[in-house]
Every structure is written in C-alpha cells, then in structure tokens.
C-alpha cells in the first residue's frame, strides 16, 4: 500500500528516541468516523454550520436558556449512542508505547464527547468542556467555576423535556441558580474553567519536539496558539487531514483520514 506524502516524515519523527514528548490535538474530523457530525465543518450533518458563532456563545444562552440547553441535549444523545472508531483507539494505543518507553504524550482534544475516554485515553485534556458534564452558572459555587462541575446523568431534566422553558431549565442543587453545559462557548475565554487546562497545554507546545492535529478545521484559538509556539521552538508540526490542504506555513500535511492513518502509524511504530 502506499503510503500519503509526509508519512515516512512522520513516522521517522515519532520513531526518533530524540522526540521525548509528543503532543497530538484532535478535532471533530477525529469523530466523524463514530457517526458524531462535525461541529461546523462542510459535511451533511454538520451541527449549526450557518449559526455556530451566535447559538454557541454565553450570550445565547441567557437569553434563551431552554433553546441553547435543547440544542446541546440534542447533540448530547447523538454522541451518546457513538463508540469510539480506529483513530480513538490507536491514540489510546499510541499513548501506551510511550509510556512504556519512557517517553511522555498529551491528547488534547477540542471534542466534547467521550470517545477518547471510551477508548482509554488517560493523558487526556478536554479542552473544550464536556458533553456529558453541566456546572452552575455561579461562580464560587461548588457546582460552578473555576473547577466545579455536575455529571449531566444527576440532573433532574423531568420538568424541562415535559416543558421546555426559561423557568424549566435545570437548577444547581446546591445554590439554585441555573445549570448550563459544561462546553467551551465562542464568547467565552479558556480561562473560564480550570478543567480546561490550557496552561498544560500551551506549557507542552513549548515542549514537544512533535505536533500532531487531527481532523481539526484550525478555527479556534488552541490550534493557533498551540501551533505558534511549537513551530517557534523549531518542533515538528504534522496535520492529518483528507482535504490536504495546510493550515499555516510550517505544517506539514498527511492528506488521510484519522481511522486509516493513525492505526498504520502507530502499526509502524510497534514494528
């Protein structure tokens, strides 16, 4: 089989026992193979492709808190039903042969479902929330920022599927102010929430001698600041994604989808 161009390139790098700290971003592209629509990207399903920048902000969400809650519970049970696909595990599997090796890895993935954890990713930052988590909107509360949160399974949604309204929103159990999700919206900083984590992230951009994004369409701030700083300290930037096309001076593209590529790669790497 042949293999794309910048494959044998990224193989050589991630087999070089000089490359001690790997560091792979994953975006929706990763998920699509496990039936999860993109979130904004030219595929069929893609969720609010036309109204991403207004329905997915904080704004949004207090004006019209059953709208927003209705529209994320319907992507909730979409990523409920989805199971993690070859990409999902070959991280996971990827992560396990560094540590063996002693080298160190990070999975950082703007995905707010669950497939990474499904398929065993342990060195993991969700760095857009979670599907399957709400926090109150009161900061200082133990539900609610800087760390707090709720596993979406203990909120009461009974009142709000039987009637969905502003009055009906899920509230805090602990101070009764209004539950939202736990996601990362446009309008909204990573400094919002600890759990995002993005010093860790951007502490090991610094670090890593290799790069990797994954089914990432470039869009938001992370992939940015993150590619920025690795291409500064002169480490290696791959992107695999099917369209080919580089995202930014520096990258090199591995024109394949994430389920295909990822198990050949890391395939190779066992030898």
Not at 124 to 140: E, F, M, T, Y
Not at 229 to 246: N, Q, T
Request: charged share 25%; hydrophobic share 40%.
């Amino acid at each position: 089989m042949t293999e794309p161009e910048g494959f044998e390139a990224l193989l050589a790098v991630a087999s070089d026992t000089a490359t001690e700290a790997t560091l792979v971003v994953t975006g929706a592209g990763v998920s699509l193979a496990s039936g999860i629509p993109t979130f904004r990207g030219t595929d069929p399903g893609a969720v609010w492709a036309n109204e991403v920048m207004s329905k997915g902000t904080y704004s949004f969400f207090k004006q019209a808190p059953h709208e927003s809650w209705r529209m994320y519970l319907q992507r909730f049970e979409v990523a409920r039903g989805a199971k993690p696909n070859a990409a999902h595990l070959a991280l996971e599997e990827w992560e396990r042969l560094l540590e063996r090796q002693g080298r160190t890895f990070l999975l950082v993935t703007q995905n707010v479902d669950s497939l990474h954890e499904q398929a065993g990713s342990r060195a993991l930052v969700k760095v857009h929330g979670s599907l399957d988590q709400a926090r109150c909107i009161q900061r200082g509360c133990a539900h609610g920022p800087p760390r707090g949160t709720l596993p979406l399974a203990e909120v009461d949604f009974g009142p709000f599927h039987a009637s969905p309204s502003p009055e009906t929103v899920p509230r805090c159990p602990r101070c009764r102010c209004r539950l939202r999700p736990h996601i990362l919206w446009f309008d909204e900083r990573y400094s919002e929430h600890e759990s995002y984590d993005i010093e860790q992230v951007l502490q090991r951009a610094r670090r890593s001698q290799l790069v990797v994004f994954v089914g990432t369409s470039f869009s938001v701030g992370v992939t940015e600041r993150v590619s920025t700083l690795a291409l500064k300290r002169g480490a290696r930037v791959f992107s695999i994604d099917p369209s080919g096309l580089r995202p930014a001076r520096g990258i090199e593209v591995v024109a394949e989808r994430a389920e295909v590529l990822l198990p050949r790669l890391v395939s190779a790497l066992q030898g």
